[in-house]
């Protein structure tokens, strides 16, 4: 059994608080007018060299998706003349630490929802090796309820009109919007938030019988609730691929909701799997220097290592084919997309592909450096940082535009989703032995090598 | 001097073959070669080999195929015949290098894999119409067999053999072709 340090506890506490404070900070700091906005901004002009305005603003339409700001705001901007730009730009800086929040908010969850795939991907398979890493997967997927119900309180408000994170849930924006008008009968406000409970509901669900059978296991003489465990896990994943994909869409494509993309749940579930992955894998070399989880051995890590280096390669294939088919057709209304990326947030774009592939293709390549800790642990960070840019990515342009910054609230709110995260699933692993005895596979794990 | 006898054994399962090639060598026998229909994980550290060294072959091989691809367009697509891509008429290879990627990426994995196979035949010595070195051709099939050396030691490892659980044992006096 492992038990819950203090020290631990502490830090994971400091983190909250500490976070909570940045959180608290941006907010404060958010401006409330257009003057407020504007003079935050040292040059007032600032706002209008983002976008796709200067690099191809043939036509007006473009720029408003590409913003994804205001489509209303855009057509008064042709009647206001100046106004438009303060006014955007406020909307901008009072996005931000909403924006900041979620994107914590959504990363966190994503890496618990990212390791409950994986953990029903080798329950379904009966994977033999992985039977002594199920303890460290279902202490992570715990932090999967309350990691969804944060991000769904976020969307809640957003509902509740909060914030302008979605623009599509403005009844103003709609009425000036043709495309969004199109897609109203998806994109609205009681079915996103009903779809978004039958997502969490049908995940969490799954969670806690799937728990429940794993510890049942444990003492039971016959092997029906790993039986169990197996089929509800099968009929897990049919259902996790669906509304992952939903998920996907919802969540974080609508944030830009004239653009979209047919593999962008795909895209968002590998870039979860690698974060889960990982994240699996960094818990399990933490409680082995701790002494415990002592049948886990360099196979094991190796294993990960696998699949770390594995699936962050299948996300660049994805990221890739996203990018290459719009980046080759070249139309406005796709490409507008990654413009405003390429343009405002050049550094996190490519950075992210640096460490989201090339450090780990090349770290993790070498069959024995995978087998070395720290050599896993070093690549991890990386990737899991690499992953939060990832959806910073995804989420900051159309919230913020060009007036992105990691700064105090997107630190804070790192911060304070990391310390929940911590003692949520450190708590949860302190609450069962970690070696989980009466799977009937455990045998096959234990001897496992390479 | 070595002498031309060996001893061949066959094993019908690879986890037995697997034993007993570790008891064999806790017993300090050379083992001079062993045939399997497949390849048995974990064999090569059983024996003792060296570490294969083709994966860093692979990675070289892969680098060369990836250089050749971007040779390759940057000659066909940019210098030779430049070309509008997607629309594009940069003639830059670095601008239009997103579409060049499928190709490298092919080529890295086309090198690496065609000159692995060529690197591995070099290695195991093996050309079109070479006879088969297979002593028995049932390890063609379902069967393992281990060859060791003899030096007039013939009832002992005829009885370790035994013990491993071997299926067969047979003494052959090999003709002298490699000395």
């Not at chain 1, 600032?46 to 205001?70: I, M, Y």
């Not at chain 1, 901008?92 to 908010?105: E, F």
């Not at chain 1, 994986?118 to 199920?134: C, E, H, I, K, M």
């Not at chain 1, 002592?294 to 594995?310: A, Q, R, T, W, Y």
């Amino acid at each position: 059994m492992y038990t819950f340090t203090n020290k631990l506890r502490n830090f994971s506490i400091i983190l909250m608080v500490v976070g909570f404070l940045g959180l608290t900070y941006g907010f404060l700091t958010a401006p409330d007018t257009v003057e407020e906005a504007t003079a935050m901004v040292a040059d007032p002009h600032h706002g209008e060299g983002h976008g796709t305005a200067d690099s191809h603003g043939a036509d007006h339409k473009v720029d408003s998706h590409a913003e994804g700001e205001h489509q209303a705001a855009s057509t008064h901007g042709e009647e206001h003349g100046e106004d438009h730009h303060g006014e955007h730009l406020l909307h901008q800086l009072q996005n931000r630490p909403w924006a900041a929040l979620y994107v914590a908010a959504f990363f966190f969850m994503m890496i618990a929802l990212g390791s409950l795939a994986f953990y029903a991907v080798n329950r379904a398979a009966q994977a033999g090796w992985s039977p002594t890493l199920f303890r460290v997967m279902e202490g992570i997927t715990a932090y999967l309820l309350p990691g969804a119900l944060v991000v769904f309180v976020i969307l809640l408000l957003s509902g509740m009109h909060f914030n302008h994170l979605f623009i599509w849930m403005d009844p103003e924006v709609v009425a000036h919007d043709k495309l969004i008008q199109g897609k109203v009968g998806f994109l609205n406000v009681p079915g996103f938030l009903t779809r978004a409970l039958i997502y969490i509901g049908g995940w969490t669900t799954y969670r806690y019988f799937s728990r429940k059978f794993s510890l049942a296991q444990d003492q039971a003489k016959d092997i029906s609730n790993h039986k169990k465990n197996f089929r509800i896990s099968a009929a897990f994943l049919v259902f996790f691929i669906v509304t992952e994909s939903m998920m996907s869409w919802d969540w974080v494509m609508s944030i830009d909701p004239h653009w979209f993309s047919t593999l962008f749940g795909w895209y968002v579930f590998a870039s979860m799997f690698v974060s889960g992955i990982t994240t699996i894998a960094l818990i399990t070399i933490y409680l082995k220097s701790k002494g415990y989880l002592e049948k886990v051995n360099d196979s094991h890590i190796h294993d990960l290592g696998k699949f770390m280096f594995g699936v962050s390669i299948f996300w660049t294939y994805l990221w890739f084919s996203q990018f290459m088919l719009i980046w080759y057709s070249n139309i406005p209304e796709e490409v507008t997309y990654f413009i405003t990326r390429i343009e405002d947030y050049n550094l996190p774009f490519f950075g992210m592909l640096v460490m989201n592939f090339i450090f780990p293709l090349l770290i993790l390549m070498n069959s024995d450096y995978k087998r070395l800790n720290y050599f896993i642990v070093m690549a991890g960070i990386v990737i899991l940082l690499g992953h939060y840019i990832d959806v910073f990515n995804m989420i900051m342009p159309s919230a913020v535009g060009d007036q992105w910054f990691i700064g105090v609230a997107e630190l804070g709110g790192f911060s304070f989703f990391f310390g929940l995260f911590l003692f949520v699933v450190f708590k949860e692993i302190s609450k069962a032995p970690l070696h989980a005895v009466g799977d009937p596979f455990m045998g096959e794990s234990e001897r496992f090598h390479y | 001097m070595s002498s031309n006898q060996v001893i061949h054994a066959l094993y019908d399962d690879d986890d037995v073959l697997l034993s007993a090639v570790k008891s064999i060598r806790e017993k300090k026998h050379h083992i001079e070669e062993v045939y399997t229909p497949f390849p048995v994980h974990g064999l090569d550290k059983a024996l003792g080999l060296a570490e294969t060294r083709i994966s860093i072959m692979a990675f070289i091989y892969g680098c060369i195929g990836f250089a050749v691809a971007v040779m390759m367009m940057n000659y066909i697509m940019i210098e030779d015949w430049p070309q509008n891509i997607g629309g594009k008429p940069s003639f830059s290879y670095l601008e239009n290098m997103p579409a060049f990627v499928p190709i490298m990426f092919e080529m890295t994995v086309f090198f690496a894999a065609h000159l692995m196979v060529i690197t591995f035949y070099l290695r195991s010595k093996l050309w079109p119409f070479k006879e088969a070195e297979n002593p028995n051709p049932l390890t063609t099939d379902d069967k393992f067999l281990i060859e060791i050396e003899l030096h007039n030691n013939e009832k002992e490892i005829k009885s370790l053999l035994k013990e491993t659980g071997a299926i067969d044992i047979t003494t052959i006096e090999k003709k002298g072709d490699d000395e």
